[in-house]
């Protein structure tokens, strides 16, 4: 029997003999939970794939069939407003909506499809995190998107043609930048196992020291009050080996011409926050690190405890 039989008959042994009703707090709690969950890995600096892993997807799927059916029965089983026998049954008090982005004016550029939890399309001006810990804020020119805003990662990209057409081939943008709140760099390419990082010197030392990476020599900086140091990475081309995107793919597929500046910073409680600003195409980094810079330079975070 297949497993999507297997899973048909238990939801349907489910519905016939299970609970044919549920509270709105319940139904609730569920969509909320279901728009807060992050769908997708957007962090590009550990140069792993970011759509999600080919073993992970039958789960999400069979999580999804579960959630629609406990929200067709918690609609089904609502009380009716019509009255039987004379007899009116009152109307449950209304719960507060899960409101989707677009509804709340966040706009994403029309060729990216799978829309995140950010704020889309910013004005130009100072922006802010919502979810991102720690806070940051910082400036940005016109034409910048905020896909991704979760408590770990925070994703920043311009509305341009490259990422347009790249998103088309790939599902992927071509340049971004980056954020993530205690992500360890050390393991990019590592093909051994080698020692990881608990500090931002000790990230980017792992990261000069490893052979599959062609790196320049790193350099001391303060971003937004925290200090760190700064690191110019891509693939040595003297490296035989391929280096996966992620452990289930093929040793075909690899980051041959990614490149990145990774910017690691140590933060008050012992935790470090690491900047990505990378490029799929070593070609078009350049002009896409004068834009990006200003935008990192500007950034602030507020680690007050």
Known sequence: MTPARDIERVLEHWLDDGIDQMPDRV???????????????????????SRMNTYLKPL???AAVIVIAVAGIAVIGRPSDSNVG?????????????TPPESSGIV??????????GLGILAAGGQTSRRFGPDISFTVPE?????????????????????????????DTAQAIRLANGEDVSAICDQTGGAQGTTAAKM????VANEALATSEPVDVTIGGLSGRQIDVQLNPDWTSSCTL?????????????????IALDAPDGSHVVISIDSLYSEAFAPFLDEAMPIVESLQFDVRP
């Open 27 to 49: 139904y609730f709690a569920i969509l909320d939970r279901v728009e807060r969950q992050p769908q997708r890995r957007a962090w590009r600096v550990s140069w792993r794939d």
């Open 60 to 62: 999400l799927a069979v």
């Open 86 to 98: 004379g007899t009116s049954t009152p109307s449950p008090s209304p719960s507060p909506s899960v």
């Open 108 to 117: 994403f550029p029309a060729w990216f499809t799978e829309k995140g939890n």
């Open 143 to 171: 034409g910048w998107v905020n896909s991704q805003d979760w408590a770990e990662y925070y994703d920043l990209f311009p509305d341009t043609p490259a990422n347009e057409a790249e998103y088309a081939l790939s599902n």
């Open 204 to 207: 980017v030392d792992a990261l």
């Open 246 to 262: 992620d452990p289930d793919d093929p040793p075909t597929r690899d980051s041959k011409d990614v490149r990145a500046w990774i």
